[in-house]
């Protein structure tokens, strides 16, 4: 995928996204997500902020967090879903498409397999299909086993070969651990929740 490509598979993700957020209940909005200790609202908060948020509402939570991460991350999230309504959120998602700005300190490969990613975590949990483009679920794989923090998938998944069935995608040297890309993915950015989709694991 080029440039242009991995911004309009985003787009088609937030956009994809957005929809789905639409049907859900009050109920479903407050269901856990695959996203240790953040329900479904938490994570489309966290979504819909990419595009939206400033340097210095990041380095404000960054300061709050003493320089971790995840701390800030959460903390961040945790306090924008709280004042924001499930309408307010999926507005503000739906307002991202064709919006050409990455958060703070992300990357565009990031962000593509950051939205990819979490509208699983939403989805899965809640029974929902929202099938993984098979080419954005290709970038995504190969950018989680390119990087380190914050999965460490290639470490954690060291004597193993990733092999994908539906899609030309593979990486690894050992014993062979097969399925659906989309599985995969979720697998390389730590999700227990397509194990059974997968064979030698």
């Known amino acids: 995928m080029d440039h242009n490509d991995k911004w309009l598979a985003i787009d088609a993700e937030r956009a994809r996204l957005a929809d789905l957020l639409e049907t859900l209940t009050g109920a ?11 329900t479904v609202h938490d994570v489309a908060t966290h979504v819909a902020l990419a595009p ?10 960054a300061v709050r967090a003493r320089g971790s991460f995840n701390r800030m991350v959460d903390t961040l ?9 499930p309408a307010d959120v999926t507005r503000m998602l739906r307002g991202g498409v064709g919006v050409r700005r990455l958060a ?14 979490h509208a699983q975590d939403i989805a899965m949990p809640l029974g929902r299909h929202l099938p993984m483009p098979s080419g954005a679920a ?3 794989a190969e950018h989680l086993w ?27 040297e050992g ?15 730590g999700r227990t929740a397509t194990l059974p989709q997968l064979s030698g694991i």
């Open 28 to 38: 479903e909005w407050t269901r856990p997500s695959l996203c240790a200790g953040w």
């Open 138 to 140: 290709v970038a995504a």
């Open 146 to 172: 390119e990087i380190g923090f914050p999965f460490h998938a290639r470490k954690r998944l060291t004597g193993h070969r990733l092999i994908a069935t539906d899609a030309e995608w593979s990486a690894g």
């Open 104 to 117: 703070p300190g992300q990357t565009l490969d990031n962000a593509l397999m950051d939205v990819h990613v």
């Open 77 to 85: 999230t945790r306090a924008e879903s709280a004042k924001r309504s």
């Open 175 to 189: 014993a062979e651990v097969r399925g659906p890309i989309q599985a995969l993915v979720m697998l390389l950015a």
């Open 52 to 61: 939206h948020t400033s340097v210095g509402t990041v380095l404000k939570a």
